[in-house]
């Protein structure tokens, strides 16, 4: 029995193998995703039921293995070199030109040319056709291994094909994210709060350096193999283009746009057709890249420094424009920030119309010196925000105009703040301007602040939009009604989302004074803000001098603080809800706080509550926690599974405190 399992399984990998070079090398699948999907299950279940035949290289191992601590140092046998850059046809005939100098003759040479992928290098290492090694390209010389990161990417096959695999065989390879790929990973992170990727390149150079391979492999990664490194057991074939054939042939994936050309003007014509496609494709490529095809040539020409003399990247430009600033306005995002942007005379870039492009901040104005009425250069590429890159200072006009930031918030009117040393300047508007409601009001309703369960960013969304809430005061004015008749809401969610705001009234000092959001005042910092001043009154009446004897308080944060209680919309938006019933217990004077100048850190894993309660827990008492062990900590908190924090505590004879020695301190403390 065990022998014809063995035998249906060993066939139901070979079959899935070939499926997966199929679909993933040769994207010329012969089933139905749905076909794959049966095939897939069916395997899984055999080793599920029989894990003695399981084996590391079966197709369903492709899901990452044990979190590693950090990733081992690779020495690259073979140097991974980077390439020297063409940035006109000038440089590309120069090129040309050297090539032909060296080699000493005066016929045409023959290149292989390929697309640029905007990604990260990787060396795969075949031993006897088997992968056992992947590393980064690191500085050239040496990298860092993720063998286990790179086996979880489809694209790259665990065992290659064919009968003539060399005895040793490293694969030079660019990894990447599609730009389908890539939109998606950002767009589930947006709704999962996570991190947004900067670019393509970013999200797949991210993925490979995970040290939990797990999340490589959820992420949609893909390569394409574009030369060797070494080679042992068999001979090179004549050319370049040649060795990419091997490649396909073992089972890589190789760019289906590689062309073999001629001379420069071939390698000029490439260039042109590339450019023509790079927006049809599905993922990001910067240029082009040109490799003399001959390897005898190729070793002949050899290296300049760290770069090869027999290849060269041709990139694609910026996409530029001249137009003329008209207007500048002010834009004030859901923080406050102010965004200057200019309104541009609409001009043709990259297939698109722009008639607007960022300017970020006053600094950047007054460094590139920009002017309303200058002639400027508008770079947009790909999907960014078109941007003025600079100013044409020989077709300017005595008739420009100075850039000003305004004095008042063009939103709601509020003054305009703008701390000295910082680039951004803000609306100090927060509780009243429409641009920041939304972030103002979720944040007065988040878990740390006023609690309110169930009024997420959604719900504060549907509510602002439907224009049945326009502050944070308005929350206490709601109607049972208007909430029921929300869009999946009904009576039993609006009743339990009554009940949160009613209870949202009774809370303390330090949770109302980090709900107002005023900027830099962090659950700490209002913490000790309501220790030291007791009272509301007191902490709206305190100068700056006088906040700055509060511990964490400097000329900053005094600022901010002294900026927000001047402003009267503020002031008047603390009595609507103090009116609306929410209060907090007194704050007796001469009260201590049993913990305070204490510093704690917290390690391991504790069973009567997460680390994050803990944290909140030690606040309450006054204690600061902090993230590192130091000779100023007093207490080391070590739960279950205590990490290097503990022996750095012993190493310097802080004072540990078990779990059950914890909770008497805080009992003691309460």
Sequence with gaps: MS????????????????????????DDPLISDAEYDRLFQQLKKLETTHPEFILPDSPTQRVGAAPLKSFHSVEHTVPMLSLDNAFTEHDVMAFDQRIRDKLHTTHPIEYCCEPKLDGLAINLRYEKGQ??????????????????NIKTIRTVPWQLKGEDVPDVLEVRGEVFMSKKSFNQLNDDAQ??????????????????????????????????????????????????????????????????????????KGCLLYYQKMAAKRDSLPYEIDGVVYKVNALSEQERLGFVSRAPRWAIAHKFPAEEAETIIQEVEFQVGRTGALTPVARLKPVHVHGVTVSNATLHNMDEIHRKDIHIGDHVVVRRAGDVIPEV?????????????????????????????????????????????????????????????????????????????????????DIYSL?????????????????????????????????????????????????????????????????????????????????????????????EMIKKLLKAGIHWPEIKVG??????????????TLNEMSREEAKEKLEKLGAKVAGSVS??????????????????????????LDEKNFLKLLVKGC
């Design 631 to 656: 000779s100023k900590t007093s207490y080391v908190v070590a739960g279950s599974d205590p990490g290097s924090k503990l022996d750095k505590a012993r190493g310097l004879g802080v004072a540990v």
């Design 3 to 26: 022998g014809s399992i063995k035998e249906q399984i060993n066939k139901l990998r070979q079959e899935i193998n070939e499926h997966n070079y199929r679909y993933h090398v040769l």
């Design 191 to 264: 709704a999962k709060n996570e991190k947004i990727f900067a670019n393509p390149r970013n999200a797949a150079a991210g993925s490979v350096r995970q040290l939990d391979s797990k999340i490589t492999a959820s992420r949609p990664l893909a390569i394409f193999c574009y030369g060797i490194g070494l080679v042992e057991g068999m001979k090179l074939p004549a050319k370049h283009s040649e060795v990419l054939s091997c490649l396909e042939r073992w089972g890589l994936r190789v760019n289906p746009f590689t062309a073999v050309v001629e001379d420069e």
């Design 479 to 571: 109607t049972h009604e208007e909430a029921a008749n929300l869009e999946r809401m009904g009576d039993k969610s609006a009743q339990n989302l009554f009940d949160e705001i009613e209870k949202s009234k009774t809370t303390t000092l330090p949770r109302f004074l980090y709900a107002l959001g005023i900027r830099e005042v962090g659950e700490a910092t209002a913490k000790q803000l309501a220790m030291h001043f007791k009272t509301l009154e007191a902490l709206q009446q305190a100068s700056e001098e006088t906040l700055q004897q509060v511990e964490d308080v400097g000329p900053v944060v005094a600022a901010h603080i002294v900026h927000f209680f001047h402003e009267s919309h503020n002031r």
């Design 591 to 604: 009260y201590q706080l049993p913990l305070k100048g204490k510093t704690f850190v917290l390690t391991g």
């Design 389 to 473: 890159v600079s100013v044409i200072t020989t077709k300017r006009s005595s008739d420009i105009k100075k850039i000003k930031l305004p004095t008042h918030c063009p939103v709601c009117h509020s003054a305009i703040e703008q701390i000295e040393g910082e680039a951004v300047a803000r609306c100090t508007g927060h509780l009243v301007c429409s641009a920041q409601r939304k972030e103002a009001i979720r944040h007065f309703a988040s878990r740390r602040a006023m609690n309110i369960e169930g009024l997420g960013e959604k719900l504060v969304e549907q509510l602002v939009d439907a224009k049945l809430i326009s502050s944070m005061a």
């Design 131 to 148: 992968l056992v090694q992947a590393a980064t390209r690191g500085d050239g010389m040496i990298g860092e291994e993720v063998t286990d």
